[in-house]
């Protein structure tokens, strides 16, 4: 079913940008119509184009501050996405289990702020999808090298499961692997890329997901790689 969500001109609106001849073109093409995985998962093709071509240097310093590391599940597990956060907490995993942190173990420091247009990106994106007054205080940045995937999994260590998950796909395209409540229940493969942007909530908030094993390619903005960004509202 296709989103209320108006053609044209939401480039400009969103960002506040002064008007640029060389964008000018681009706000007058109507985005594509966003897709619905189900009731309240929201599939909103390139919203990110901006954002996402400019995601190297707009996440070069939070990379500088919290560089890519390979987490330890509770069982000991290296995690095989390397990942990092920004945002006043970020999401972890070690012995002792999943949570949020406000300060990076690798580091003792607080995780490095989010960068004001990604932040705003994602808040654009929620209202776009329904799910207007969206605060996102957490980011996890999550990197994928050919073969490294994502199994199957729920997202529970927020404390409000009222507020909606953003994500934007950056670099390599990947198979977006979306199932229901219940762990068995049917899966849909669904293709993301650079620039897509996904919003989930409501009842789809506790969804079983994951991501199919990346295939090797090169992208001009990430190289070898694809990058996620997750906007959580965690605390
Ligand atoms: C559906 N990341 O970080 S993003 C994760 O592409 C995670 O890196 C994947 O799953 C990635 O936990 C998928 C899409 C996504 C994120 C959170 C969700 C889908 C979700 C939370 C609830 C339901
Ligand atoms: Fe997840």
């Known amino acids: 079913m296709a989103l209320s969500v108006p053609p044209r001109t939401v480039r400009a609106q969103r960002t506040g940008r002064a008007s640029r001849p060389d964008l000018d073109t681009a706000v007058l093409l109507p985005r594509a119509a966003a897709q619905r995985l189900a009731e309240a998962a929201v599939v ?6 901006c954002e996402a071509d400019a995601s190297p240097a707009l996440l070069q310093p939070v990379l500088a501050a919290a560089p890519w590391r390979h987490m ?4 000991g597990q290296r995690m095989s996405v ?5 945002g006043q907490v970020g999401w972890i995993s ?22 004001a247009p990604l932040r705003a990106l994602a808040q654009a994106a929620a209202a776009a999808a329904g799910f207007a007054g969206f605060e ?3 980011c996890l940045i999550n990197c994928y090298a050919p073969g490294t ?6 997202d529970r260590d ?12 950056l670099g390599l395209p990947a198979i977006f692997l979306f199932g229901g409540l219940r762990r068995r229940d049917p899966v849909q493969r669904v293709p993301l890329l650079h620039g897509d942007v996904v919003v ?5 908030r506790l969804a079983f997901h994951g991501i199919a094993a990346l295939a090797d390619a090169q992208h001009p903005a990430t190289g070898r790689c694809r990058i996620n960004l997750t906007f959580r509202q965690a605390l």
């Open 136 to 138: 996102p205080d957490a």
């Open 200 to 204: 989930w909530g409501g009842p789809q």
């Open 158 to 169: 927020e404390r409000d499961m009222a507020a909606p998950v953003v994500s934007v796909s």
């Open 44 to 49: 909103l093709r390139g919203f990110a184009a």
């Open 72 to 75: 330890m599940t509770p069982g």
């Open 82 to 86: 390397a990942m990092s956060n920004c």
């Open 149 to 154: 995937r994502l199994t199957l999994h729920q």
């Open 94 to 115: 070690d012995r002792h289990g999943y949570r949020y942190e406000p300060l990076d173990p690798l580091s003792g420091l607080p995780w490095p702020p989010m960068p």
